[in-house]
Every structure is written in C-alpha cells, then in structure tokens.
C-alpha cells in the first residue's frame, strides 16, 4: 500500500527557515518529489531525491532518507512568495507519483 | 503559450449529464495523466497513458473514462455527472526515462461543479 504524512499546516515569518516534514510507505518505491502549489494553481515542480542526502538548489533543499521513509523540504530566506501548498509525492514504479495532502505554509511579514 | 492546457478551465453541469474534458500539450511527451484534487486531499491519480496505444486506471478510475486521441491528446470524461465528482482536475504530462521517474508537468486544471 501507499501513505504519506505531512503536516497539515505550518506558519513561518518572512526572512526564516522552514522545514516540512514527509514520511512515506511505498511499494515499490522509486524516489520522492516535491511540488509547490499556489491556491487555485498548477503544482510545480521543486525536487527530486532518489539517493539519500541532501540536494541543493538555491533557497530549496531536499533530503531522503530511505531506510527511515523520512524526506523534508527546506526553504531557506523565505520570502512573501512562499506562501502555498508543498506536495509530497512518493514515486512509484516507472512513473506514478502517489501524493501526500499537502502542507500550507503561510509567510508571515 | 503554455506547454499543457486544459479546456474547459470552469464548468458548472447538472447531475446525469456527459462532460468530457480535454488536455493538450506541445511538450512532446509520451505520457499523459489525470487527476483529481479535493480540498484537503492529495491529487488523486484517475488515469494514465503511457503511449497512444496504452491506458491504464489508476487509484479513483470508477466513473470515468479516458481517450489517448494522439500523443498530445488526452480527455477524460464523466459518462454521468454527480455531485461528489465536484472536484478541480488537473492534466499532467511526463517524457519517458528508461525506468526511472521523470518530472510531471501539470495543466492549469478545471473547475468542475455539478449541481
């Protein structure tokens, strides 16, 4: 089966770091992605991590941990912009993503 | 002009009617999804298309079906509206990566009520 948990809700202030928590069970389990999604809007692509660690890329950062099922996004100088919904989805197979509800970050001046 | 787009982007029916929503690319990807979103749910993967000729359901298929008209065409339809289909859809698309995952791209999605 597949499930994913994280945080409903989070609140941050402009300028801070932030970081949302993911923890997964996937069969099959092929790596992990991270989405941003504005109210009302497309989801957009952040990250991929397949290997455990940390990838960088400017103010996003994500991290895997396989043997623990565990993932988290980290923004970093978070700006007003950030304010969304962070989608975590597990990749499953050749190319199926099984999605998490979503966080909601609100930014806070 | 946007990669993936969706028509209609907000339709309101009635309960029992035919509604078929399209999605069309100009990415040049060979694999094409559907989902839906309700609040407070994750997107829902509906149905999926791996190339013309391949299709395949996915977690919440019952209720709709789908046509993989050509590589940049692919529409869903609701055979019989109700009002738990309420929902915003979303069309994505993917290139094909060996065996490995490849990123998703999403249409702007479709308001969809029914009454």
């Known amino acids: 089966g597949q499930n994913i948990d994280q945080p409903t809700e989070m609140t941050a202030t402009e300028g801070a770091i932030v970081q949302i928590n993911c923890t997964y069970q996937t069969s099959g389990f092929n790596g992990l992605f991270w989405y941003q999604q504005h109210a009302g809007e497309a989801p957009t692509f952040l990250s991929y991590?397949?290997?455990?660690g940390l990838e960088e890329k400017g103010r996003f950062s994500s991290f895997l941990s396989r043997s623990k099922g565990y993932s988290y996004l980290l923004l970093k100088e978070l700006q007003m912009k950030d304010s969304a919904s962070y989608l975590c989805a597990s990749a499953t197979g050749a190319n199926n993503l099984f999605f998490g509800t979503g966080t909601r970050l609100t930014v806070i001046p | 002009d946007a990669d993936v787009t969706q028509t209609p982007r907000n339709r309101i029916t009635k309960t029992g009617k035919r509604i078929m929503l399209e999605c069309s690319q100009t990415k040049g990807h060979d694999r094409m999804y559907w989902y839906r979103q309700d609040p407070g749910l994750g997107l829902q993967l509906i149905y999926y298309s791996f190339d013309v000729k391949d299709i395949n359901k996915g977690e919440i298929s019952d209720g709709y079906s789908v046509s993989r008209q050509a590589q940049a065409k692919f529409s869903l339809s609701l055979e019989s509206a109700i009002p738990n289909q309420t929902a915003l859809y979303f069309c994505a698309t993917s290139d094909a990566f060996g065996g490995a995952p490849d990123t998703q791209y999403f249409g702007p999605g479709t308001r969809l009520t029914v009454l």
């Open positions: 991590n397949v290997l455990d």
